[in-house]
């Protein structure tokens, strides 16, 4: 009984985290637990949140995806920048190109999910780190982006804000976005063959080829998913605040992204991850972030903070699975 | 006190999550004598020793050494009470030389400078004083597996131990190496060493072993003298009932040929391979270690690129570039490195049995099929575990092995390769694993056998084929089929080789 109940809080311990941080910081601060409040911790985590689904598959199989700020930057600046006004006289495609709103964040996700076949295929076939083929990949999707655009990216239409910005019977519709896409990784990991074979890719990758998973399309899969992601997380960046700044865009973001999911519980070792995890660590970063900006702390105090939590959560995760062996 | 002993478990309890994996256990180590663990795996002898040395806390029970009672936290504390070990898994430090690894972590210094000079030759010193031909400053990477334990082994009695555990020491080494460790032995008795000594290897412990411990599931059965044992005898207390038959061979019909092989190549590893294999049949490969015959599986499974030749499965030509294509063209390889490329181990035992059939299971997968599936196996093949959620790498190397052979049958191949499937597998399972493949041969599957035991290769197939060099030098049928016969042909020389051709 005893045993069994060590199990049940150890196997939870990151939701009891989030509890005990949601009760000390409602106790701290009366306008932490209200509506309002929620809202805009929700809204602001949202973004991060897509994009450490994207990151978390990549660490599942061992991997790591640093380019996914910049993708971001450089999605939500061509996909703005082809439906500015016409009229618009600091556009950013200054001649005619331009295109109807659901046309261009299609396109949009498709230079996601083209950048992201690259940096798979890198990974894949000339078997670089991808702490290596994404840090290329950022360098060279920020410049690309400041080359679209050498200003923000601004005077957005309605219809390209919708995703980001608008409420659905009050609730933002980027939060609701956050739901549908962590639905969707949770069904992909747990429900399909391609979210299958990433663990087993992740555990023991030769183990995986012998048992006939083709390693080299499931991990070019794997960087077009995160890359879409972030391509995603672009656009919504874009269309909650109605403009892009291709140089400031999306900065940080892949560090933010890799935290949640590593406070989630992924293991950067391969192999371990769960998308209720991934949430939790989302929400956990997210209640320090703005629960300490209410209660007043400056802005590096935060930051220890968030970095004493990062390293503690690996600690306990890696003494968990010693324990296993 | 008892003087006697220089080592004293009593009433050792182990827990993990969910199985009682030492149940009250003891052992009773004398100073100058190899006392051997003995049972099935998952009897507890490697967890007994990880206990001992500190890889893994005691739930409970008490640990005397030389008289004064320990418990160690960790394998250094061990080390430096005097205890120190050959572990199963090699973990060498590939990328450093042979001289560094004998050294890591105590290596002499001058200041605050590593003395190379003097590493260099003490290491020199421990190797001549046993005879053994490696260069120190030889890089890891580049000594055969063989090398590697011996150099583990040399690693082991140069901190000068009072206990040195071995667990399987000789499964990857050549027999001229098992003399020299046995030399070694005798060496280390003659000071006053104690050696704990795990092995399946019949044979060798009787030819060592003073005293003999027995364990059975997690329970200590019995210690004897070893003089006081027969081979039978501690085979019927491992297994707690008598094995009839070790090799139970059935007689199948044998139909026509599935697959066929003309002069496959693969580098310089496999050399103009033919042979072909016949439904009903099960065809062993036999021959030294690096005569060719994993890499020649490899390449028809296609994890090795095939460089020349053809292979032809029922008559149409096949071309098999990956695992993948092999198992479309229901081809499955249980393969030799269980840990490498066999189990990924921190997945659950049902993750681990579907794997290589994912694609039948649709989309989305039906889980319950799965769970379905697997227990079935379970059931079927005997695999001993908690439940089907259990991470595989919990489980002892026979009950491994047989989620692994369930992996292969559920994909229901016509052509089985097993590359060394019994090996550091107790005899129940080993006896298990051979009917299970004489059953497959009854059901008109063509199963290829690779085993370095050649009573194993011998007991079970029909034909043996024998390589050597990466050649295929000789092909036997059940009926003429000998030892003798099959170490002749292993270590042909390649003049006779020319005169056979």
């Known amino acids: 009984m005893n045993a069994k109940r060590k199990k049940v809080i150890s196997d939870n311990i990151i939701w009891l985290i989030l509890i005990a941080l949601v009760i000390l910081m409602s106790i701290a601060n009366r306008n932490f637990a209200t509506m309002a409040n929620l809202k805009t911790l929700l809204t602001g985590e949202a973004i991060k949140g897509i994009m450490a689904f994207g990151v978390a598959f990549a660490m599942l199989t061992k991997g790591i995806d640093l380019s996914i700020g910049a993708v971001a930057a450089l999605v939500g600046a061509v996909t703005g920048g082809l439906v500015q006004p016409v009229d618009l006289a600091t556009r950013a495609f200054p001649g005619g190109a331009h295109l109807a709103v659901p046309l261009s964040i299609l396109l949009g996700i498709l230079i996601g999910a083209a950048i992201g076949a690259c940096i798979g295929a890198l990974v894949a076939y000339t078997h670089i780190p991808a702490f290596i083929a994404t840090l290329g990949a950022q360098l060279i999707c920020r410049a690309g982006a400041k080359m679209v655009s050498n200003r923000p990216v601004s005077n957005l239409p309605d219809a390209y804000r919708f995703m980001g910005s608008k409420q659905f019977f009050g609730i933002p519709m980027i939060v609701i976005v956050f739901i549908v896409i962590a639905i969707l990784a949770w069904f992909i990991l747990k429900h399909t063959r391609f979210g299958m074979s990433l663990y087993a890719l992740g555990g023991n990758a030769q183990a995986a080829t012998v048992a006939g998973i083709n390693v080299e399309k499931t991990l070019v899969k794997v960087y077009i998913w995160c890359s879409v992601m972030a391509a995603l997380g672009g656009i919504l960046l874009a269309g909650r605040s109605g403009s892009s700044d291709p140089s400031t865009s999306g900065i940080g973001y892949e560090l933010d992204a890799i935290a949640a999911a590593t406070v989630g519980g992924t293991s950067h070792s391969g192999g371990v991850c769960t998308i209720s995890g991934v949430i939790a660590g989302i929400l956990i970063m997210g209640v320090i972030n703005n629960g300490l900006v209410l209660m007043g702390v400056d802005d590096n105090m935060t930051n220890i903070c968030k970095g004493i939590i990062i390293i503690g959560s690996v600690i306990v995760d890696m003494r968990k699975n010693i324990q296993k062996i | ?391 595989i790498g919990n489980l002892s190397g026979g009950n491994q092995q047989k989620v692994l052979l369930a992996r292969w049958l559920l994909t229901d191949p016509d052509i089985l390769i097993v590359d060394e499937p019994t090996r550091g597998i107790d005899v129940g399972a080993k006896a298990e694993i051979h009917t299970i493949l004489s059953e497959l041969a009854g059901m008109g599957k063509a199963i290829i056998v690779v085993s370095s035991e050649l009573p194993e290769v011998l007991g079970v197939a029909d034909r043996v084929v024998v390589m050597r060099e990466g050649v295929v030098t000789g092909c036997l049928n059940r009926e003429e089929v000998s030892q003798e016969l099959v170490m002749k042909y292993a270590t042909l020389d390649k003049s006779m080789q020319k005169a056979i051709q």
């Open chain 2, 1 to 391: 006190m008892d003087d006697k002993y220089i080592l004293e478990m009593q009433d050792i309890v182990k827990e993990f999550p969910g199985v009682k994996a030492l149940n009250g256990v003891q052992l009773k180590v004398r100073p100058g004598t190899v006392h051997t663990l003995m049972g099935e795996n998952g009897a507890g002898k490697s967890t007994l020793v990880k206990c001992l040395i500190g890889m893994q806390p005691v739930t409970s029970g008490k640990i005397r050494f030389k008289g004064n009672e320990v418990s160690y936290k960790t394998t250094q504390e061990a080390l430096d009470a005097g205890i120190s070990m050959i572990h199963q898994e090699l973990s060498p430090v590939l990328e450093r030389t042979v001289c560094e690894n004998i050294f890591l972590g105590r290596e002499p210094k001058k200041g605050i400078f590593i003395d190379y000079k003097k590493m260099h030759k003490d290491c020199i010193e421990l190797f001549e004083k046993i005879g053994l031909m490696i260069d120190p400053r030889e890089k890891m990477k580049n000594l055969t597996v063989a090398k590697m334990q011996m150099v583990e082994i040399v690693k082991a009695i140069s901190y000068d131990a009072s206990i040195v555990i071995m667990d399987e020491p000789t499964s990857a080494l050549t027999d001229t190496e098992v003399e020299d460790l046995f030399k070694i032995i005798a060496e280390l008795k003659a000071k006053g060493v104690a050696i704990i000594y795990i092995s399946h290897k019949m044979e060798e412990i009787f030819r060592i072993s003073d005293d003999i411990s027995v364990y059975r599931d997690g329970e200590y059965i019995t210690t004897d003298v070893a003089k006081n044992l027969t081979q039978d005898k501690v085979i019927e207390l491992m297994v707690g009932r008598e094995i009839t038959d070790m090799f139970p061979k059935k007689h199948c019909e044998i139909g026509e040929v599935v697959l066929e092989v003309k002069e496959l190549c693969s580098g310089k590893a496999v050399r103009n391979v033919s042979f072909n294999l016949r439904r009903g049949e099960i065809l062993g490969f036999a021959g030294l270690v690096g005569a060719g015959r994993t890499e020649t599986m490899e390449t028809i499974f296609g994890m090795r690129k095939r460089t020349g030749g053809k292979v032809y499965k029922d008559g149409q030509e096949i071309n098999i570039k990956s695992p993948e294509d092999a198992i479309k063209n229901r081809i499955g390889m249980l393969t030799e490195d269980r840990r490498g490329n066999g189990i990924v181990g921190i997945l659950s035992i049902k993750m681990n049995t579907v794997l290589a059939h994912l694609k039948s299971y649709g989309f989305p997968v039906n889980a319950k099929k799965m769970a379905e599936d697997t227990k079935a196996y379970v059931e079927r093949l005997g695999t001993k575990t908690p439940t089907i959620e259990t991470p």
